[in-house]
């Protein structure tokens, strides 16, 4: 395979990537305000430990639009 071909074939890889993704975020129901999209970024998952007592110490960060205001800025909760 030329490297023509790999270039193209991880351009495709990575569209469907993407497609994939959206679909995932589409089903999700936003927590914070209702609507369909993912609104909440997991940057760490809950751990194991945490799952076995019940707890949850996952961690991420909102991109709900309804939390930030025209000037980007967080409003208050
Ligand atoms: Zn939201």
Not at 28 to 48: A, D, L, P, Q, V
Not at 52 to 76: H, I, M
């Amino acid at each position: 395979m030329n490297r023509r071909q790999r270039d193209a074939n991880r351009r495709t890889a990575a569209a469907l990537a993407a497609a994939a993704r959206a679909r995932v975020l589409a089903l999700h129901t936003c927590e914070n305000c209702g609507e369909k999209g993912g609104h909440w970024i997991s940057t760490r998952g809950i751990s194991f430990a945490a799952l076995v007592t019940g707890q949850d110490d996952s961690e991420g960060f909102w991109t709900c639009p309804k939390l930030y205001g025209e000037d980007g800025r967080r409003l208050a909760a």
